[in-house]
């Protein structure tokens, strides 16, 4: 059987806004399903290969930029430059534009203090998740 019949338990209700459910929030399975299912054709073999373009465009930008750092001799953040290809990557997949933080090696609109300040907030309200409002 494909699902968990279990209950989502409720550690997961800050990682969304109360008035707007996500899939990783939600908690009844049936309304969880409903969601799921208007995403599921975004990962379908079919969907996934049409990224590839996009995607790889964003490597050949990692790997040049890397080489720039590594022939400068320049420090850099790596895992905060490896989130800067992932938000590129998905600018291209969902917008078809990247955001440009590899290219500038900054958080270009705020995008990644925005996720880290979210985690942050929603790992601590999750042990008193009905303070979340």
């Not at 707007?20 to 939600?26: I, Q």
């Not at 995403?39 to 990692?62: C, H, K, N, R």
Request: with cysteine; aromatic share 12%.
């Amino acid at each position: 059987r494909i699902g968990c019949t279990l209950p989502k338990a409720d550690y997961y209700i800050p990682f969304g806004l109360p008035s707007f459910p996500n899939l990783f929030d939600v908690q009844g399975s049936a309304h969880h399903s409903s969601i799921k299912k208007q995403f599921a054709p975004l990962y379908t073999m079919i969907a996934l290969l049409s990224y590839e373009q996009g995607v790889d465009g964003q490597t050949a930008i990692l790997k040049e930029e890397l080489q720039r750092f590594s022939d400068q001799k320049q420090v850099i953040d790596l895992p905060q430059f490896l989130q800067y290809y992932v938000f590129d990557a998905i600018g291209v997949i969902n917008v078809g534009k990247s955001m440009g933080m590899m290219e500038s090696n900054s958080d270009t609109n705020g995008a990644c203090g925005a996720l880290d300040a979210m985690w942050h907030y929603a790992s601590m309200m999750a042990y008193i998740p009905h303070m979340h409002a």
